[in-house]
Nanobody
Framework: VQLQASGGGLVQAGGSLRLTCSGS????????LAWYRQAQGKERGFLAS???????VYADSAKGRFTISRENAKMTAYLQMDNLKSEDTAVYYC??????????????????WGSGTQVTVSS
């Protein structure tokens, strides 16, 4: 099982990026997918989450500029980030709260973290 975050990069202030979190491996389905970020020297913080039925929750720092979405069939979540600011510079991580594994029986992975992707916003 793997969660791979991608789409980060260097962007000027005011620009946009779209991050992708892709699940792969023996995954049958994923409950809630979420995005977090960690700036250098700071703790990792919650940004946004989306349930399998599309219910979203946003941190105050993400409201109005960031949009989370997902494609269940592709085991993928996205984070559209607009009007980026220098304070958005961080490593962005995706998280799955519960992954049901493929195969016989009911097997789960909980609180599963993907790799991070660096976002750098230049002012």
């Amino acid at each position: 099982v793997q969660l791979q975050a991608s789409g980060g990069g260097l962007v000027q202030a005011g620009g946009s990026l779209r991050l992708t979190c892709s699940g792969s491996g023996d995954i049958f389905n994923i409950d809630t997918l979420a995005w977090y970020r960690q700036a250098q020297g700071k703790e990792r913080g919650f940004l946004a989450s989306i349930t399998e039925d599309g219910t979203t929750v946003y941190a105050d720092s993400a409201k109005g500029r960031f949009t989370i979405s997902r494609e269940n069939a592709k085991m993928t979540a996205y984070l559209q980030m607009d009007n980026l600011k220098s304070e958005d510079t961080a490593v962005y991580y995706c998280n799955a709260d519960k992954i049901q594994l493929s195969g016989l029986g009911y097997r789960y992975e909980y609180d599963y973290w993907g790799s991070g992707t660096q976002v750098t916003v230049s002012s």
